[in-house]
């Protein structure tokens, strides 16, 4: 099963060290090769060039912001590969050791029509 993980720092977060961009760096050159992780990135805040698009109805919006959450920092996504849930939960926990305070949303990922996760 693959699944998104969206990565939130803690807003008492520290500016990364060297030493913590060093791990990070081991970390997803490990995951990477054992084949776990399939893509990871950052996520600047939507304020800084993204929007939000809705439809309400026949209406469609598009809002470049101020939003209420500008006030969270940004973190980051991994899309992961595991067998289960459980493994994904390990994954986030060992993710967590390095990055320090924060969350990990786990979303699985729907891979076949009819909303089915391929195992």
């Known amino acids: 099963m693959r699944f998104l993980s969206l990565y939130k720092p803690s807003p008492r977060s520290a500016p990364p060290s060297p030493e913590y961009m060093a791990e990070m760096d081991k970390l997803i050159e490990e995951s990477m090769k054992s084949g776990v992780l399939i893509a990871t990135g950052g996520l600047m805040p939507i304020a800084k060039g993204g929007a939000r ?10 809002i470049d912001g101020p939003f209420v959450e500008t006030k969270e920092l940004a973190g980051g996504f991994a899309i992961l590969q595991a ?7 390990e994954m986030a926990k060992r ?11 786990l979303h699985p990922i729907m891979d076949q029509p009819g909303g089915h996760s391929q195992a």
Do not use: M, P, Y
């Not at 698009?53 to 598009?62: A, F, K, Q």
């Not at 993710?95 to 949303?105: K, Q, R, S």
């Open 53 to 62: 698009v809705t439809r309400s109805g026949d209406e469609i919006g598009v």
């Open 95 to 105: 993710f967590l050791e390095t990055a320090g305070d924060g969350e990990c949303d």
């Open 83 to 89: 067998k289960s849930k459980e493994e994904v939960v």
